[in-house]
């Protein structure tokens, strides 16, 4: 019922936006005219999508989490992976400089990070040359508000919600621009207290055991950032920026697991207490000098990044075996880029960049059994491993325009080498790789204008996904008897080509064919070990095939108080991999709207109702089951405008998690976890300034520089 309520909002609003729409203001004799410019919620462009969080009641009352699980096509699962279109390989950036964290680490970051610090969010599914090739499915591009008023700033921000469990933030940031130096500080704090429940059932021996699973989770999150720098401005046509970024934060949790099997009288209790830390911190400089020529442009960058990420856990388990887990990890991030534009003339553009990182990352991990004089490692567990990567890049791109045709072609150059070792145990021997390989990936886009407003498009590009380091590290984590994770260091980098072709109507409804093939494909995979025990690892599958139609439509007023977007998306996605000798395909074609409807009425009040339909979708080895979430808004302005309150209720119909069903070794399993996402919340913002408007030059991030810390 819930869903067909949905399914019937989503076409309503199809229906609606295809209409014409009329000028519903009379004619007026007017004295004076004010005209307030407001930037659109959703623009298309080639190869990409930007969404603007300002006028959205529900994606501007929580955190940058919030905001990309509700966007359109987008999924979060849970343990970190972001999803574009139903790929993984997704890269997230912040001001186009891309994060250093994936998996649990980024999402931490996310949540840590209130909404009301964004502007804008882009998802770029075909990236130029100018952007490192890593992610065959794309960027996703997070912009934080700008401050463009001279003289002193000041915005507060704070939520509650009430779900499961309560949570809430706060923040605060201050700007400072006066003549030649701008200085900001912006600084956050979130608590999240999280129950998660989970079942899993999984056969064996050709379905004649069962093993039945289930568990519970209270998790609490304390979570700080920050985030300073001052730009320098000697002349109008260069600026220098340094800027310190740090996010540090812990995590506890208890947890219980009841084990059972249909064929065994054993079963019992497996009881963990986890406590994680993470230290973020980046230190990075920047110079950026426009040149006399009108467009061109040179940038020059260097950033350092460090994170740590100590844990400890302790296991009971009613074997008996009890363990006590003790994790330590570092990485060192140091990247430098230049990149240089310059117009020949009025039709033609030329770009170009190099750029180097280096990553140096050391894992130890050891697990301990308790004795009569204490605790005695256990030398078949726990293992060092230490990882250096130097990653070599140039890229050269050409853009010409004439009349009706805009044309871009780049060709960028890597050079990655690759250097691991793992101190091994007693059942793993030590072990060392080395690998360097070079590539070129060629990128083409084509726009062609029938009309004002009107254009065909088309674009290719070539991109690679390299195994983030927790795939590399063969440490094995033990969640429970029966469930343990751990690396591969013989997986292979992925390589995919992409390809789009549409068409952009009135630039507002956009249509867009696309297909995509990826070898060596980077999977999560489900083996079967002794006494069935289930050992997760990444592996490269053969391919993965996607292709599919994906329609928004956006920015249609209805009526003068009402906008709506949609966005309806149907693709089919193909897996194969070989296992006991024999090709095994994993398909299905998956439906996915997502819609947004935005309601402004008189003396400052607004509203909003939205929610999205993911249809069951296939991941590797995996089959993800239907989801859904239906949110609502209310908010009104205060304080003469300058405050707002928000009133809003997420997962209203409480639809929005995961099911997931696997193929494990031939048998088959599934997995059913809920971490009731649905709440309902109050958000108070309040901004300060004093000071006048100015024009804010345009300045462009000098560092595209995407990693894979996964610890």
Same mark, same amino acid.
């Given at each position: 019922?819930?869903?067909?309520?949905?399914?019937?909002?989503?076409?309503?609003?199809?229906?609606?936006?295809?209409?014409?729409?009329?000028?519903?203001?009379?004619?007026?004799?007017?004295?004076?005219? *004010?005209?307030?410019?407001?930037?659109?919620?959703?623009?298309?462009?080639?190869?990409?999508?930007?969404?603007?969080?300002?006028?959205?009641?529900?994606?501007?009352?929580?955190?940058?989490?919030?905001?990309?699980?509700?966007?359109?096509?987008?999924?979060?699962?849970?343990?970190?992976?972001?999803?574009?279109?139903?790929?993984?390989?997704?890269?997230?950036?912040?001001?186009?400089?891309?994060?250093?964290?994936?998996?649990?680490?980024?999402?931490?970051?996310?949540?840590?990070?209130?909404?009301?610090?964004?502007?804008?969010?882009?998802?770029?599914?075909?990236?130029?040359?100018?952007?490192?090739?890593?992610?065959?499915?794309?960027?996703?591009?997070?912009?934080?508000?700008?401050?463009?008023?001279?003289?002193?700033?000041?915005?507060?921000?704070?939520?509650?919600?009430?779900?499961?469990?309560?949570?809430?933030?706060?923040?605060?940031?201050?700007?400072?621009?006066?003549?030649?130096?701008?200085?900001?500080?912006?600084?956050?704090?979130?608590?999240?207290?999280?129950?998660?429940?989970?079942?899993?059932?999984?056969?064996?021996?050709?379905?004649?055991?069962?093993?039945?699973?289930?568990?519970?989770?209270?998790?609490?999150?304390?979570?700080?950032?920050?985030? !300073?720098?001052?730009?320098?401005?000697?002349?109008?046509?260069?600026?220098?920026? #340094?800027?310190?970024?740090?996010?540090?934060?812990?995590?506890?949790?208890?947890?219980?697991?009841?084990?059972?099997?249909?064929?065994?009288? #054993?079963?019992?209790?497996?009881?963990?207490?986890?406590?994680?830390?993470?230290?973020?911190?980046? *230190?990075?400089?920047?110079?950026?000098?426009?040149?006399?020529?009108?467009?061109?442009?040179? /940038?020059?960058?260097?950033?350092?990044?460090?994170?740590?990420?100590?844990?400890?856990?302790?296991?009971?388990?009613?074997?008996?075996?009890?363990?006590?887990?003790?994790?330590?990890?570092?990485?060192?991030?140091?990247? !430098?880029?230049?990149?240089?534009?310059?117009?020949?003339?009025?039709?033609?553009?030329?770009?170009?960049?190099?750029?180097?990182?280096?990553?140096?990352?050391?894992?130890?991990?050891?697990?301990?059994?308790? @004795? @009569?004089?204490?605790?005695?490692?256990?030398?078949?567990?726990?293992?060092?491993?230490?990882?250096?990567?130097?990653?070599?890049?140039?890229?050269?791109?050409?853009?010409?325009?004439?009349?009706?045709?805009?044309?871009?072609?780049?060709?960028?150059?890597?050079?990655?080498?690759?250097?691991?070792?793992?101190?091994?145990?007693?059942?793993?021997?030590?072990?060392?790789? &080395? =690998?360097?390989? *070079?590539?070129?990936?060629?990128?083409?886009?084509?726009?062609?204008?029938?009309?004002?407003?009107?254009?065909?498009?088309?674009?290719?590009?070539?991109?690679?996904?390299?195994?983030?380091?927790?795939?590399?590290?063969?440490?094995?984590?033990?969640?429970?008897?029966?469930?343990?994770?751990?690396?591969?260091?013989?997986?292979?980098?992925?390589?995919?080509?992409?390809?789009?072709?549409?068409? *952009?109507?009135?630039?507002?409804?956009?249509? #867009?064919?696309?297909?995509?093939?990826?070898?060596? !494909?980077?999977?999560?995979?489900?083996?079967?070990?002794?006494?069935?025990?289930?050992?997760?690892?990444?592996?490269?599958?053969?391919?993965?095939?996607?292709?599919?139609?994906?329609?928004?439509?956006?920015?249609?007023?209805?009526?003068?108080?009402?906008? !709506?977007?949609?966005?309806? &998306?149907?693709?089919?996605?193909?897996?194969?991999?070989?296992?006991?000798?024999?090709?095994? &395909?994993?398909?299905?074609?998956?439906?996915?709207?997502?819609?947004? /409807?935005?309601?402004?009425?008189?003396?400052?009040?607004?509203?909003?109702?939205?929610?999205?339909?993911?249809?069951?979708? #296939?991941?590797?080895?995996?089959?993800?089951?239907?989801?859904?979430?239906?949110?609502?808004?209310?908010?009104?302005?205060?304080?003469?405008?300058?405050? =707002?309150?928000?009133?809003?209720?997420?997962?209203?119909?409480?639809?929005?998690?995961?099911?997931?069903?696997?193929?494990?070794?031939?048998?088959?399993?599934?997995?059913?976890?809920?971490?009731?996402?649905?709440?309902?919340?109050?958000?108070?913002?309040?901004?300060?300034?004093?000071?006048?408007?100015?024009?804010?030059?345009?300045?462009?991030?000098?560092?595209?520089?995407?990693?894979? @810390?996964?610890?």
């Amino acid at each position: 019922m819930r869903k067909h309520l949905f399914l019937g909002l989503c076409l309503s609003v199809l229906v609606i936006t295809g209409r014409a729409q009329q000028d519903t203001i009379a004619d007026q004799h007017l004295k004076e005219v *004010v005209v307030t410019a407001k930037l659109p919620l959703v623009e298309m462009g080639p190869g990409k999508i930007t969404f603007r969080m300002d006028e959205s009641v529900t994606q501007s009352s929580g955190s940058l989490y919030d905001i990309l699980c509700s966007l359109p096509g987008v999924t979060v699962r849970p343990d970190g992976t972001v999803l574009l279109n139903g790929q993984g390989g997704v890269k997230i950036q912040m001001d186009g400089k891309p994060s250093a964290l994936s998996g649990q680490e980024l999402v931490n970051l996310l949540k840590s990070t209130p909404a009301t610090q964004t502007d804008k969010i882009d998802l770029i599914t075909q990236p130029s040359a100018r952007y490192d090739a890593e992610g065959s499915n794309g960027i996703i591009d997070i912009r934080t508000r700008k401050i463009k008023l001279r003289g002193m700033n000041l915005a507060l921000n704070g939520n509650f919600n009430q779900g499961k469990r309560a949570n809430g933030y706060g923040s605060a940031s201050f700007n400072l621009r006066e003549d030649q130096f701008n200085i900001y500080l912006n600084y956050s704090y979130s608590r999240e207290k999280q129950r998660v429940d989970m079942e899993t059932d999984c056969f064996f021996d050709g379905g004649k055991d069962r093993r039945h699973q289930f568990s519970y989770r209270n998790r609490t999150n304390d979570s700080h950032a920050f985030r !300073a720098g001052c730009d320098f401005y000697p002349t109008g046509r260069t600026l220098i920026g #340094v800027s310190v970024n740090g996010t540090f934060g812990s995590q506890h949790e208890g947890a219980g697991m009841f084990t059972g099997f249909s064929n065994s009288p #054993v079963s019992g209790w497996t009881y963990t207490a986890n406590r994680n830390e993470w230290k973020n911190l980046s *230190v990075g400089a920047s110079l950026n000098q426009r040149l006399e020529k009108e467009g061109g442009e040179f /940038n020059l960058s260097f950033d350092y990044f460090r994170y740590a990420h100590p844990e400890d856990q302790f296991i009971y388990s009613f074997q008996p075996d009890t363990l006590k887990g003790e994790m330590r990890g570092e990485v060192d991030l140091y990247t !430098a880029q230049t990149d240089f534009t310059y117009p020949l003339n009025e039709r033609c553009k030329l770009e170009a960049g190099a750029k180097t990182s280096f990553v140096c990352i050391d894992n130890r991990a050891a697990y301990l059994r308790p @004795v @009569v004089a204490g605790w005695r490692p256990d030398a078949s567990l726990g293992s060092r491993f230490v990882y250096e990567e130097n990653i070599n890049a140039m890229y050269l791109q050409a853009g010409y325009e004439y009349r009706r045709l805009k044309l871009a072609a780049g060709l960028r150059l890597e050079h990655t080498h690759v250097k691991g070792n793992s101190g091994g145990n007693s059942l793993q021997s030590d072990s060392s790789f &080395t =690998t360097g390989y *070079v590539h070129l990936f060629p990128t083409l886009a084509l726009s062609y204008a029938v009309s004002a407003g009107n254009a065909f498009q088309l674009s290719y590009g070539r991109r690679i996904t390299r195994p983030n380091y927790k795939d590399l590290n063969p440490f094995v984590y033990i969640f429970d008897d029966y469930t343990y994770e751990g690396g591969n260091t013989q997986l292979r980098p992925a390589f995919s080509d992409n390809v789009e072709a549409g068409y *952009v109507y009135r630039n507002r409804l956009q249509a #867009v064919l696309f297909f995509s093939y990826t070898g060596d !494909a980077i999977t999560k995979t489900y083996q079967e070990r002794e006494n069935q025990r289930i050992y997760v690892t990444p592996e490269n599958l053969a391919s993965y095939m996607q292709t599919g139609l994906r329609i928004h439509a956006a920015n249609f007023s209805p009526t003068a108080w009402w906008t !709506a977007n949609l966005t309806v &998306t149907g693709m089919y996605n193909r897996y194969r991999w070989t296992e006991k000798g024999a090709t095994v &395909t994993n398909r299905r074609f998956t439906p996915l709207l997502g819609c947004m /409807n935005l309601f402004t009425f008189g003396s400052g009040w607004s509203a909003e109702v939205s929610g999205r339909y993911n249809g069951r979708m #296939v991941y590797g080895q995996a089959t993800i089951h239907p989801f859904s979430e239906v949110s609502l808004g209310i908010r009104k302005k205060i304080l003469r405008g300058k405050g =707002t309150v928000s009133v809003f209720v997420k997962d209203l119909f409480d639809t929005d998690h995961q099911k997931i069903d696997l193929l494990v070794s031939g048998e088959r399993g599934w997995v059913d976890e809920r971490d009731y996402k649905r709440m309902v919340g109050v958000s108070f913002a309040y901004r300060f300034s004093r000071g006048s408007d100015v024009k804010e030059r345009k300045r462009k991030n000098a560092i595209d520089e995407t990693k894979r @810390v996964n610890l």
